[in-house]
């Protein structure tokens, strides 16, 4: 029986995870700021470690852009992680779901 549950997972949920860890792990931080921010423009007050901003000013300056235009790609980098992860918890619920009576009949084998 657990053999037979391990050869399904395997066929079954592996590949989707994979997939999801495959655009997981090639998540890189934008080269770039987006060109736009749909028209608005936000000003909000940041308050940041005086470590971070030292690596900040440090990495902007190797860069060739501002601490701002980091802070906007770390933001989005953010967004991006949080997107995947919930793609891939709804990609392994629909395996589990659809293949529910089948994960049952191969637990009661």
Partial sequence: MA????????RRVLPHLAA????YSQCRMPSR?????????????????????RQLEQLAAEEHTSKSALLLQGA???????RRGRDISAGLDFVMSHDAEL???????
């Fill in 3 to 10: 053999r037979k549950l391990a050869r399904l997972l395997d």
């Fill in 20 to 23: 999801g860890w495959r655009a």
């Fill in 33 to 53: 700021p987006p060109a736009s921010l749909g028209g608005e423009s936000l000003a909000p007050n940041l308050r940041v470690p005086e470590e971070l901003d």
């Fill in 76 to 82: 989005e980098l953010v967004l991006q992680r949080h």
């Fill in 103 to 109: 994960l049952k009949r191969l637990e009661d084998a």
